[in-house]
């Protein structure tokens, strides 16, 4: 098991930047998990933001923040980012990272350990 702590998030304004953390810890072998981002906007179910793999040498991205959003990992650091550039009102939301063995996947319930979610805000 992988137990996630998140950092970051806000209150930003539209046109905006913020980068998320995730920093990953329990497990010997941590740094062979995939690794993912999603978002929960009110009324709506949770939604695949991006994922990258173990060596971080793959990347899956949603096509709603394709080229607005990158995602990264630091297996020195045992943490996964998400930066977040040009910010639209629709961004806003819970934000999860999540972690699985194997192969990077874009299904929500194809993770088996969550961080506690961060909320960022984005005003018009």
């Known amino acids: 098991q992988v137990q996630l702590v998140q950092s970051g998030g806000g209150l930003v304004q539209a046109g905006g930047s913020l980068r998320l953390s995730c920093a990953a810890s329990g497990s010997a072998s941590r740094s062979t998990y995939a690794m993912g981002w999603f978002r929960q906007a009110p009324g709506k179910e949770r939604e695949f933001v991006a994922a990258i793999n173990w060596s971080g040498g793959t990347t899956y991205y949603a096509n709603s923040v394709k080229g607005r959003f990158t995602i990264s990992r630091d297996n020195a650091k045992n943490t996964v980012y998400l930066q977040m ?34 909320q960022v805000t984005v005003s018009s």
Do not use: I, M
Not at 88 to 117: F, I, M
């Open 85 to 118: 550039n040009v910010l639209k009102p629709e961004d806003t939301g819970v934000y999860y990272c999540a972690a699985r063995r194997g192969v990077t996947s874009r299904l929500l319930n194809e993770y088996d350990d969550w961080g506690q979610g961060t």
